[in-house]
């Protein structure tokens, strides 16, 4: 007890240089949570994807169609128990910064799918009578102040002109992992307006495969690629969360900087605070020299160092923590849509502490053993 | 006595070597972050607009906003070859190139995780209308053949992408019979094929883009309006050179919003390191501070040796972080741009206004951090400082 009220004390002697390393702290501290709560959104589509959803592609890429015909092959694969599809429909709702996900499915196939998304059955049905109807989810309607019943125009990129769809239902995530930012249309409608302008439809972006067995998903997958090989439209198959982490490997030079980033706050946070402690102990040279004199040994001027400067940082460690919740939350609200599942993790939490610990520990190692051993008649001689 | 001299300033730094040295590193790593994220900015846009011509024009679908999303008839693609003030070569074909452009799948080098390829069809007229673009080993594909020229890029960072190596797509195997260098441009990331074979492979009735050469490029005006109006068309013309700057646009802002933010978050921590080391500073020459006062140094001597003791060492500072900056020079980077949904691999790009942006950066650190405690010295009374000492 008497070496903590000690700790106290020397650690607010200089109350102005502890506030200002503990400001430090707490911007580190919750920059780090931040960019690694950034990092863990970009992954956030392959957490909470299902491992009875495989998606087939074409085996070129994401942009190539393939056949709607396909969908009866796949149905026919042993271990396959629904087929539904997808358009990325890539419209743009005023301006472009106002980005979110629109995808062209079948409904009456595609919900079966994704229980995930809770939708009550009267909107549901609404939706299916509708052709020019679309489903949001809640956080996408919230953003934008959209009413069942209202008329969203979208300007189409990949399916030119523009596009007036009416809102027919708000659908909620099952939890919190649940992408709510996606706008669901009728494949059918876009598909029948192709097809009046070109003379060429029936093709989908992707093919939604639901499987019995998640353990089988690699069998099933080999046997869905096999059905098409050598055809005019080879596919690919990989489970839901494969899909998705290919997504996240595209921009993998991106999150690889941020992550160098948020280590390179930490060491400069270090060195802000080794600072401190460098010359916390420089001026108190001769105290500890008195303390030694008085019969303290070694290890008492080290605990001294190590233990105020753990208090330092783990106060500030701990108020970057508290920051970081209400940071975070402003965070998501301006990004918007671009990151549909923005939360601060548990694990988060731990590193933040565990890397206020650190700072803490390494800031103190050397001050700590060069006072403890400084020669005590040089020590005393200091203070003149 | 006006001002105190530099060396005394310097001297000051020295002696207290740790606190300097730590005070410095941190404020480097602010500066070499800052530095970065714009050479990353200044490489992307460098890289896209290298790849327009000032004297070429590309036609898209309205709307489209990027090629893979784009569509034109052979029909449409044949009247825009028709129009006046297109170019013509020797032979008097205009210089016209209709390209297909196909995104294709491939494993990168190293990780062995898939990414975007552009894939583009074209033939003699892409060649002539693109003359940054050089084969450097190999032939150029053969008209009607299976076959593909690889970017640099490309070659550098896809797995199979090898001289005399095959690549299956379409339902075909397609053999890399040259690769060219494209002169630090987007074509560096792009694979190149025939353009009737692409087609055909992937049964596609529609080209993506035509780009066409200008007889004279001050006339772009009244090609685009004709274009643009004819109502056979719904078709758009834009430069090549805006159109490559507006696909660097999502990518470079992203990148430069986030970096600035992050470098500012970063400056605070940074800022409370040279205030606490110049408190310090402060603190412990309290009876200097008296005596030169007391020789006859003005106040605004004393705040001006504090200032320019915080400035020399955000300097340091910034020098070490733009130099580590330089070194990323020799880095490429490689990553998908949002605006194409396709791989684009650039360089770090110092320009000397990145530079001197960097290195204001710090200084302007160096004041923050360094104002207050330097006020502070300049206000302490003679009596009270000669009396600490």
Redesign the interface.
Known sequence: MFLFRLLLKNAFRHR??TL??M??LV??VS?YGL?RTIVDAWYAGAEASSSTRLITRS??????PLPLAYAERLRAVDGVSRVSWSNWF?GIYIT?RNFFPQFAVDPATYLPLYPEFRLSEAERVAWQRDRKGVIVGARLAQKFGWKLGDNIPL????Y??TWNFTLRGIYEGADASVDENQMLMHWGLINETVRAR?G?GDYVGVFVVGIRDPNNAGVISERIDAQFR?????T?TETEKAFQL?FV??????LVA?QA?SY??V???M??M???M??TAR?RLAEYATLKALGFGPAFVVRLLFGESLLISLIGGLAGLLLTLPLAAAFANTAGSLFPVFRVSASTMALQLAAAFVVGVVAAA?PAWKMSRIDIVAGLRHVA | MNALPLSYIARNLRVRRVTTVLTAAGMALVVYVFATVLMMTEGIRATLVATGQPDNMIVLRKGAGAEINSGISRQQAAIIETLPGIAHDAGGRALASKEPVVLNNLPKRGSGKPSNVTLRGTGAAGLALRPQVQLVQGRMFRPGGSEVIAGRAVAAGFQGVDLGATLRFGGRDWVVVGLFDAGRSGFDSELWADAEQLMAAFRRQAVSSVIVKLADADRFEDLRQRIEDDPRLGLEAKREERFYAEQSEALANFIRILGTALAVIFSIGAVVGATITMFGAVASRVGEIGTLRALGFRRSAVLAAFLGESLLLSLLGGVAGVTAALAMQAVDVSTTNFATFAELAFQFRMTPAIAVQSMLFALLMGFVGGFVPAWRAARLKIVDCLRAA
């Open positions: 102005l240089r200002l390393t400001v430090g911007v580190a920059a960019l085996a070129t890429s994401l942009t190539v890539g472009e300007r189409g990129t990949i030119s002109g070109s060429r050598n055809s005019l439209a080879e690919l290919g490997s595209m921009s993998e030079a991106i941020l980033v390179i706050i060491i400069i946070i060195a802000v080794a600072n401190t460098a010359m001026e050397w």
